[in-house]
């Protein structure tokens, strides 16, 4: 049963397939992580919810492509991941413009802001490689050739 889901997927199949279950994983790892080190003592909104929710939105969305191809289905979790992509740089402009100016305007002390920085860029990079994962698989075949 196992061989046959697998058996003739093309590589969309795959990238789909990493993106989802990595999107999952770490957009409930950054939000545990956010939870955890920043607790909310940042001095603006975090919305890191919104990140977490597009994130995960757009892997189960990549998830049903990758098992169940329909048209229009890749470009509407390339459309999620974007929006977590974009919500989160957003998140990650307020400490890093501390951390540039060494000014704590919107966070409480310059270490604060240092812990921030590291945590969004980090998860930035990640979020960014999962969402042209998901736009390239979308250029791709079903099936194999």
């Given at each position: 049963?196992?061989?046959?889901?697998?058996?003739?997927?093309?590589?969309?199949?795959?990238?789909?397939?990493?993106?989802?279950?990595?999107?999952?994983?770490?957009?409930?790892?950054?939000?545990?992580?956010?939870?955890?080190?920043?607790?909310?003592?940042?001095?603006?909104?975090d919305i890191s919810h919104f990140t977490l929710i597009f994130i995960i939105a757009g892997s189960v969305v990549a998830l049903f492509d990758a098992f169940f191809p329909l048209p229009g289905v890749g470009i509407v979790a390339a459309a999620l991941f974007g929006l977590g992509v974009?919500?989160?740089?957003?998140?990650?402009?307020?400490?890093?413009?501390?951390?540039?100016?060494?000014?704590?305007?919107?966070?409480?002390?310059?270490?604060?802001?240092?812990?921030?920085?590291?945590?969004?860029?980090?998860?930035?990079?990640?979020?960014?490689?999962?969402?042209?994962?998901?736009?390239?698989?979308?250029?791709?075949?079903?099936?194999?050739?």
């Open positions: 049963m196992l061989k046959k889901l697998f058996l003739n997927k093309g590589l969309r199949f795959y990238l789909e397939l990493v993106a989802g279950v990595i999107g999952i994983v770490a957009a409930i790892i950054f939000f545990a992580m956010d939870r955890q080190l920043l607790g909310g003592e940042l001095g603006f909104a974009g919500n989160h740089l957003r998140l990650a402009c307020y400490p890093l413009a501390d951390l540039s100016l060494a000014v704590p305007f919107f966070t409480k002390d310059v270490i604060l802001a240092q812990k921030a920085v590291t945590l969004f860029i980090t998860f930035l990079v990640v979020f960014i490689l999962l969402a042209i994962m998901v736009v390239v698989s979308n250029f791709l075949g079903k099936k194999k050739a």
